[in-house]
Every structure is written in C-alpha cells, then in structure tokens.
C-alpha cells in the first residue's frame, strides 16, 4: 500500500480581523517551522487571505479558501473564483462544508460544480462529507456517505483526482466537543475508501487522504493519526489558536 503523506488542515471558519489573522498565521509559522513529513494548512476568510498569503508564502504551512463559485467570473454579486483563490495565493479550497450545506443550501450538485472548478484550476480541493445525529441514528451514515461521494464526484474520471483530498466530518462532532471514538471514525474512512475503489479504482483508493474533523484537540490528535484510514485532520475551533494547532500539526 502506498504511504500518504498526513495533512493537517485548519479552518478558521468566519474568525479573526486581518491583523488577528496575520499574527496567528505569523506565529504558526514559526512554531511549526521544524515540522517534516505533515503538510500543514490554514484557511482564513476570504478577506484575509491575501495578506496572510504573504505570511506563509516558502514556509511550511500552505493556504486555502473556505469556499469559491464555479463560473469563471461574472455577474455574481459576492462570489469568489478558483482563479481569483489562486492570484491570492491558494493552493487548497474546502468544499461542502456541513455548514455551508446546512446554512446556505449547498448540495451533492453545487459541491459536483465547485470539486471540478477546483480541479480545473489546479487547487487541491478538500472535500467535506459526513452524516447527521439523526441519520448515523437511524442507521443511514454509509448510504449517505454513499450519495455524497458518488454525487460530489459525478463525471469525474480516475485522472483528474489526483490531488483530492476528502474529509470525513459526522455534522454531531463539528463544534460540539463530542468526537467521533478512533473506531467509529476508522470504520467511516474505510468505507469511504471502498466507494473511491469501486468507483476510481484501488489506486486512487490507496492514495487519497481522507482527513477526520470534528473536534478534533491535542489531545485526541495521535489516537485518530494512529488508525489505518485516517491521513490527518481537518480542525475548527483548536486551529485558531496557533499553539494548540501546532500541537496537533506534530500529533
Ligand atoms: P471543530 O470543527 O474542530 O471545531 O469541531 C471542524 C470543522 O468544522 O471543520
């Protein structure tokens, strides 16, 4: 089996003015600037992002948007490009975040749009997938993660998905200090990587990294690393502060 390389992903969600958002990203820097081996993001809000841009450009730590829209540009009041994430320095754009389908009406189809906009101008998209309290409840986590990555990934083929990055994220754990335990989150990612193998194959499969996130801390970081299917993190509330994501980033 190939060894995927980790990554550990912070979203800053809508925190931090730019010069909050420039110091943090400033003192990541430096606190992670003897990592080896983990590829480290951060992804501040749009309007930050040129700024901290500077921050991080040749250090460890790489830059990422929380969103885009998939036309190229044009009459979309508010909406922001893959080309326009990229002349501000973006290497990886979060996708699908429960957040955004839960509060702005996002679904398998607008996240099909935004994945290839994504891929089309060569930012690594980060993919954000998970079910619901009441649907790992009623017994519905694997046929949801099922339609979400099979309708996140419609049309694509086996070439185009190299740099994919997915991120399994159980909506009940996202902010609400309730992690999913090392086994269920291990038994979600497993699956995950079935349906990439039935759809793209065992060698897409074996090299996608499926990131965990949902409060996730220094604390329960190693456990989580430590299982077979999970290749890193995608983190909220303990990225915002640059000392207890650094923790994390050395898990
Ligand atoms: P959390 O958020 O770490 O605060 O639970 C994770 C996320 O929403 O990506």
Redesign the pocket.
Same mark, same amino acid.
């Given at each position: 089996m190939e060894t995927r390389r980790p990554l550990i992903a912070g979203?800053w +969600?809508m925190y931090k003015t730019n010069p909050e958002a420039v110091e943090s990203a400033g003192r990541l820097v430096e606190l992670v600037a003897d990592t080896d081996g983990v590829d480290i993001m951060i992804a501040p809000v749009f309007t930050a992002l040129d700024p901290v841009s500077k921050v991080v450009r040749d250090t460890r730590v790489g830059l990422g948007a929380q969103n885009l829209y998939w036309e190229k540009e044009g009459a979309f009041t508010g909406e922001i490009s893959a080309d326009m994430l990229v002349s501000a320095g973006c290497r990886y754009v979060?996708i699908g975040?429960?957040?955004r389908r839960q509060y702005f009406g996002e679904t398998d189809e607008t996240v099909n749009r935004k994945i290839n906009a994504a891929l089309a101008a060569d930012l690594i998209p980060v993919f954000?997938i998970g079910e619901t309290e009441s649907e790992r409840d009623s017994g519905k986590t694997f046929s949801v993660l099922d339609k979400q990555v099979k309708d996140g990934l419609n049309n694509r083929v086996v070439d185009e998905l190299g740099t994919l990055v997915i991120?399994y994220?159980p909506v009940w754990?996202?902010?609400?200090g309730k992690t999913a335990t090392s086994d269920q989150a291990q038994e979600a990612h497993k699956y995950i990587r079935s349906l990439i193998s039935d759809s793209f194959g065992t060698a897409l499969a074996d090299t996608v990294r499926i990131l965990y996130?949902?409060? %996730? +801390?220094p604390a329960n970081v190693s456990e989580l690393m430590g299982m077979a299917d999970i290749d890193g993190a995608? %983190?909220?509330?303990?990225?915002l502060e640059a000392e207890s994501f650094s923790q994390i980033v050395k898990f």
């Open positions: 979203n +969600k979060i975040h429960s957040e954000c991120a994220e754990a996202i902010g609400t996130g949902g409060s %996730v +801390k995608l %983190v909220g509330g303990a990225s």
